[in-house]
């Protein structure tokens, strides 16, 4: 039984510090070669350019460790860095049962948010075992990884508390499926795009502001979708069809959008899009960002001019959440693993269909029964919660992050 296995064993704790510099683990771990000691474990963290490695080792042969200590010691000094040594048994204590990850986003994140964030973990009877910087630009994303306590009961403990501080937070399980979400499908109108698709084309009918008024009942879920789909496509009744082009001109893609979109492409990830929008502006998106899937309401075309009706199946509610379905069948990927993104309440079956559902700068409705909210304007902070840091990717983006 290994020294990491029992906790009687006795092990040294290496601790180095001081100024980053090239060479530094190579240095420590060719000065402890000539002891023939293992390596139980090793962590190292870089801050500011000042450097702390840690190596837990088991002890040298009887009568070796003085010269192992005056060895570490004389290194350490000889390229400007301290070191301590501690004698002590075993490695880390077991850790709870209970994997999460949980992603903060704050913009920024203060130490106030943080001790309270902190301290609701433990209050939740969590511990945590890791911390990592995902980005620090254009917001400022945390992840900790926790044990010893169940995913659910710590997004719930977790929920209130980020409603508070004015920060994001996301709970998800830990394991290997969270590197393996390979499906993200999206809502379109003020999610992947800036503008709300049927609002651009009601500016060119005249009817703007009573088009906007049936919208947003319909997004804060008091109004049925489909009835007001086919109130709101009626007001467009004799529009010539050459403003479909006008109106693919005049979409603005949310910030962020093509960096979510490329940086998934690049990591293997298929990507879709479903939307209570249309088909005449989400072929135009699928095309001009790669998209995987694309499905919305198709507006009715005769002799050059809208009817006022739409064709075919409406992608309403429960249409997105059967879409999603569909995408993950097609794509190969279980539901368990699908992201799905959204702003309105005819997002909520898809959201919550998902393994993870993403509020974007959401309706109160919509926030409250999403598995986390992003209340940041830019689309690619949902890259955090998925555990890609920025590093990730601008490697993955060739240098084109948008933010």
Request: charged share 25%; proline share 3%.
């Amino acid at each position: 039984m290994s020294a990491a296995q029992n906790s009687d064993v006795p092990t040294l704790l290496v601790k180095i510090f001081g100024k980053d510099r090239p060479g530094t683990t190579a240095g420590l771990f060719e000065t402890l070669t000539a002891y023939r000691v293992d390596v139980v474990d090793i962590e190292q963290v870089v801050i500011r350019g000042r450097m702390v490695l840690c190596a837990l080792i088991t002890p040298p042969p009887a009568g070796q460790e003085g010269d192992l200590r005056a060895a570490v010691h004389s290194w350490a000094g000889s390229v400007k860095l301290e070191a301590e040594i501690l004698s002590g048994t075993g490695d880390n204590r077991p850790r709870g049962s209970g994997r999460s990850i949980v992603t903060v986003l704050g913009n920024p994140l203060t130490a106030g948010s943080t001790a309270a964030i902190t301290s609701r973990i433990t209050g939740a009877g969590g511990n945590i075992d890791r911390i990592f910087r995902l980005a620090k630009y254009p917001v400022t994303a945390v992840e900790f990884a926790v044990s010893g306590v169940e995913t659910a009961p710590l997004r719930t403990a977790l929920a209130t508390e980020a409603a508070a501080l004015g920060v994001d937070i996301a709970v998800v399980s830990a394991g290997l499926h969270r590197r393996a979400q390979r499906l993200v499908v999206m809502d379109v109108d003020s999610t992947l795009i800036q503008d709300e698709v049927i609002e651009l084309f009601a500016a060119h009918a005249g009817c703007e502001e009573k088009v906007a008024e049936v919208t947003a009942a319909a997004m804060r879920g008091e109004l049925d979708f489909e009835q007001s789909l086919h109130a709101r496509v009626a007001l467009l009744e004799g529009l010539d069809a050459s403003v479909v082009e006008k109106v693919r001109s005049e979409v603005r893609l949310t910030p962020g959008a093509r960096t979510l979109v490329r940086t998934l492409k690049r990591l293997g990830y298929q990507v879709g899009v479903v939307s209570g929008g249309f088909t005449q502006v989400t072929d135009d998106l699928k095309e001009r960002l790669g998209l995987d899937f694309a499905q919305a309401n198709t507006l009715e075309i005769v002799d050059g001019r809208l009817t006022g009706r739409v064709i075919g199946e409406v992608v309403d509610r429960a249409g997105k959440a059967r879409l999603l379905r569909r995408f993950a069948a097609e794509a190969g990927v279980p539901l368990a693993q699908t992201v799905a993104i959204g702003d309105g309440a005819n997002d909520l079956d898809m959201l919550n269909t998902a393994g993870l559902g993403v509020a974007f700068n959401a309706k109160p409705v919509v926030r409250e029964a999403a598995h986390t909210a992003v209340n940041v304007p830019f689309l690619d902070t949902v890259l955090y919660l998925l555990g890609i840091s920025r590093e990730e990717v601008e490697a993955a983006d060739g240098g084109l992050v948008e933010n």
